[in-house]
């Protein structure tokens, strides 16, 4: 250490002014001169807490979207949102299809299920000038290099922004809670009196995390001058935080009752609620408010001091695993086990039924139709939704879809004859065609469309049950829409064989919107998380022989460096406690430089040496802005605070001999 502190400047500069391979990947030589964690009180945030006066989450689903708030003068009271138009037969509408619709000449139109009304009733020559996007979200997870520019493919096949359209759906919402807020406290309600919030899935790597907010900026939702008005939230976690509130008539003990046909958490489940229990729910269902105890909920009482829960949140486009144990007396969560999970969500049913059309009609048939008549894809697809969520281990009559009329006629005239002979034709026994225009699917075809994503979900929570930090977990908890599929509660079941309770809140799909008006409420109330990816710089050491490679030698001045030495901010799965800050300082290179640019790598693995490693890549740059802070010290410092404990890396900066703040920023999304 100290001899890092004794390198000279000359020696740093000189390093700077002979490129080393680390600089040919685009790093400064820097050295770092301390580094050292601090641990920063929690009284030290909680005094600089803007006060608002509501708390508005939004729940940006891939398949349903949806806002609540909640006053802070009275955080026990929890609003949803104004029921929407519109709505489907079979399917509950207290979200809104994530849909939206821009004219021809790109301009929003309209988000939800009026997007999905306006886009159907259009004539069929005219719709395919109109964009129409659904399912957009997973985009920003399955785009290995997301950055600004990433596009998005309407149904019609034009090419649009992403950052456009999540701001235009930012936007949307941020009109409807206004109006609300405004309806609500009978005059104009100010944008600056909302702490806004945003929901995004834990394991969302930081381009994604950061392109929410930046659409969040391009939206107005908030400005860049106050990013503190808006928190992103993890979803998973916003579900743990509310499922502690739970009494117990607000939810399903999947254990004390048989699930012969699962429970759909809107069934008043168990008879043995009592009358007034009852009563209870059905009042909350048709009210939009619900009550959140003040107290820990009944079933928190069971839970005592280091007890493990897991939170399995399975959405449209992803599932969400998380870890946490509880921390008494005031009930604070800790993670245990960096957040897991993947691309499991009920799209993925979907896309199985997709493929069985494809395997019917023929790829080139449907490929077609979804461009030719893509309104007529939605109403199909649509069809689809209400009969899967009819599917159930132990159904024996058959589920129709229906076809719409534009597939059947559009057919005949791609392939010349008749849907019903294409069905007769094809190898698929178990899809049949009934004389009402429905394609007629047997119980098990329709389960067998569940069974790859299941099987996924199922894997990975195996495999999270062998991790030692994951043993003795007393309660599972289901959330998210797809948890209220009886398959997959069965599914779990039969996993856990009774290892733990399993838990379902009603109304299910509003566990997470709900749970992150709590989380805007009070921030702190997870005060412990485990690092998702190692982090870290690249920097100069001094070389020891026998402890570095060869190849990595540097010879300046007689003085020998070892280049691309990673040195490491946060290790994967590292406990982090919200607050703490990793220190390090950095120094110009030359006194008159305005920026320093300073490049931060990641990796899945636990340790890295160099940053030159397979796995280890480029993720962000962390800028600090010096110019203007000129002084007459020899040598500057920087000093650079990192804090890694909360859903977003934040940087801070200061120049050690003014003590001036230098503007300090990380950017996950420039590359």
Same mark, same amino acid.
């Given at each position: ?61 891939? &398949?349903?979207?949806? /806002? ?6 009275? $955080?026990?009271?929890? %609003? ?38 306006? /886009? ?86 930081? $381009? ?123 009930? %604070? ?6 957040? #897991? ?9 979907? /896309? ?47 589920? !129709?879809? !229906? ?22 034709? #094809? ?34 929570? &195996? ?70 990816? &190692? ?13 570095? $490679? ?52 990641? #990796? ?27 002084? &007459? ?39």
């Amino acid at each position: 250490m100290t001899e890092k502190e004794t390198a000279t400047e000359k020696i740093i500069s000189d390093a700077m002014a002979n490129p080393s391979p680390a600089k040919s990947m685009g790093d400064p030589g820097i050295t770092p001169l301390s580094p050292s964690h601090t641990q920063q009180n929690d009284t030290d945030q909680v005094a600089s807490e803007p006060s608002f006066v509501v708390v508005v989450a939004i729940d940006f689903g891939t &398949t349903s979207s949806g /806002y609540a708030y909640a006053f802070t003068k009275e $955080p026990e009271c929890i %609003h949803t949102m104004r029921r929407w138009e519109g709505g489907d037969p079979g399917v509950s509408n207290q979200k809104t299809p994530t849909t939206i619709l821009l004219t021809p000449d790109r301009k929003f139109h309209s988000f939800g299920y009026a997007a999905r009304d306006f /886009y159907h009733d259009l004539d069929p020559s005219e719709s395919k000038q109109w964009l129409y996007l659904e399912k957009f979200k997973m985009k920003l997870h399955t785009t290995a290099n997301l950055s600004i520019d990433t596009d998005l493919h309407a149904a019609n096949g034009k090419r649009v922004k992403a950052l456009d359209i999540f701001a235009y759906a930012l936007a949307f919402f941020k009109e409807q809670a206004l109006k609300e807020l405004s309806d609500q406290t009978g005059g104009e309600f100010d944008n600056n009196d909302v702490r806004w919030v945003i929901t995004v899935p834990a394991i969302w790597k930081m $381009p994604a995390k950061q392109f929410m907010r930046e659409a969040a900026y391009k939206s107005g939702l908030v400005s860049r001058e106050n990013p503190d008005q808006l928190i992103i939230a993890l979803e998973p976690e916003a579900a743990s935080i509310y499922c502690r509130k739970l009494r117990l008539h607000q939810m399903v003990d999947l254990g004390t009752h048989s699930t012969q046909n699962g429970c759909s958490p809107t069934d008043n489940v168990g008879g043995g609620m009592t009358q007034a229990a009852k009563e209870h729910v059905r009042r909350n269902r048709q009210s939009r408010t619900f009550l959140v105890e003040n107290v820990i909920g009944e079933l928190w009482s069971e839970l005592e001091e280091g007890d493990r829960y897991v939170v399995v949140d399975c959405g449209g486009g992803t599932v969400d695993l998380t870890v946490h144990q509880i921390r008494l007396p005031e009930g %604070h969560l800790k993670e245990l086990y960096k957040a #897991s999970g993947g691309p499991y969500g009920s799209i993925g049913i979907d /896309y199985e039924f997709e493929k069985l059309l494809c395997r019917i009609f023929g790829q080139d048939f449907i490929d077609q139709f979804k461009v030719k008549r893509p309104a007529a894809w939605v109403d199909l697809m649509i069809a689809f939704e209400s009969r899967k969520r009819a599917a159930a281990p132990d159904r024996s009559n058959p589920l !129709n879809i !229906n076809l719409p009329f534009s597939f059947i006629d559009y057919y005949k005239k791609f392939r010349g004859h008749s849907v019903e002979h294409a069905l007769r034709k #094809s190898n698929v026994d178990f899809v049949k065609w009934s004389s009402q225009g429905m394609l007629r699917m047997s119980p098990d075809a329709m389960n067998s469309l569940f069974k790859s994503t299941i099987d996924h979900i199922i894997q990975h929570l &195996t495999e999270l049950f062998e991790k030692p930090e994951v043993s003795d977990i007393k309660f599972l908890f289901l959330v998210g829409g797809f948890a209220e599929s009886p398959l997959l509660q069965h599914a779990v079941q039969d996993m856990l064989q009774g290892r733990s309770r399993i838990i379902i809140p009603h109304d299910v799909g509003l566990t997470i919107l709900k749970g992150a008006v709590l989380f805007g409420l009070d921030p702190s109330i997870i005060k412990v998380r485990r690092a998702p990816l &190692t982090y870290g710089v690249g920097v100069l050491n001094r070389f020891v022989d026998g402890k570095h $490679p060869p190849e990595k030698l540097l010879v300046k001045d007689g003085t020998r460096w070892c280049t691309d030495v990673f040195d490491t901010f946060i290790a994967a799965d590292q406990s982090v406690a919200l607050g703490e800050m990793v220190k390090r300082s950095y120094t110009p290179a030359k006194p008159s430089q305005q920026v320093i640019v300073i490049h931060v790598y990641c #990796s899945e693995k636990e340790k890295a040496g160099f940053i030159s490693e397979p796995g280890v890549r480029k993720c962000g740059t962390l800028r600090l802005d010096v110019s203007g802070t000129e002084s &007459t010290a020899p040598r500057r410092e920087i000093q650079t605070l990192m804090q890694f404990g909360d859903t977003e890396i934040r940087a801070m900066a200061v120049d050690v001999s003014t003590g001036r703040t230098v503007k300090a920023s990380i950017d996950f999304l420039s590359h």
